[in-house]
C-alpha cells in the first residue's frame, strides 16, 4: 500500500493566442500539475481545433492561480471533536491519513451525520465517509493505527 502524503490540486489559468483570429483562448483549469492543466486545456479545445498536443503545446501559456492542499477543506474543530468523541475514534486528527475501501484520504472534517469528511486522493471535494465501514486510520508516519473491516 502507497501511503504518500495527497496529491495537491491546483488551480491554473491555460490560454492560448490564435493568430488566424487574433483573440486568446484562456480557460481555468484544475489539474495536480502545470503539464496535466495544459493536457486538461488542449482536451477541451480539441472540439474546436483539430490541432495535435504536441503542435500547440508550444502555444500554451500557464499562470498558477492557487494552490490546493487538503487543509483548505478543514471544517468546523467543534463539529469534529464531538464526532470523534461520539464515535469512540479519539486518535483522529483533521489531516489524519485514512483508507476507506481501499482508497486513501485525508480527514478534513465532520459533518451533521456523524460522519468524518473526507478528501480522497486526486479529488478537491470532501466526501462523507462512516469512521468504520472498510476504514483504515495512520499515523503521521504511516503506520497503521486503527482498521475497522465493515
Not at 12 to 40: C, G, H, L, M
Not at 62 to 86: A, C, Q
Request: proline share 5%; charged share 30%.
Amino acid at each position: 500500500m502507497n501511503n504518500v502524503a495527497a496529491p495537491a490540486i491546483n488551480t491554473y489559468e491555460v490560454r492560448t493566442y490564435d493568430i488566424w483570429d487574433d483573440k486568446e483562448y484562456p480557460k481555468i483549469i484544475t489539474a495536480e500539475t502545470r503539464s496535466k492543466a495544459k493536457y486538461e486545456y488542449w482536451q477541451l479545445m480539441s472540439d474546436c481545433w483539430d490541432i495535435p498536443f504536441g503542435k500547440l503545446l508550444p502555444m500554451l501559456r500557464v499562470r498558477t492561480i492557487g494552490r490546493f492542499k487538503p487543509s483548505d477543506l478543514f471544517g468546523n474543530r467543534e463539529r469534529f471533536e464531538r464526532v470523534i468523541h461520539n464515535r469512540c475514534i479519539p486518535f483522529a486528527y483533521m489531516g489524519m491519513r485514512i483508507e476507506v475501501s481501499g482508497k486513501m484520504g485525508t480527514i478534513v472534517g465532520a459533518n451533521d451525520s456523524g460522519n468524518l469528511d473526507i478528501i480522497f486522493d486526486g479529488q478537491w471535494w470532501k466526501e462523507n465517509c462512516h469512521p468504520w465501514w472498510k476504514t483504515k486510520y495512520f499515523d503521521r508516519n504511516g503506520a497503521l493505527i486503527k482498521e475497522y473491516a465493515d
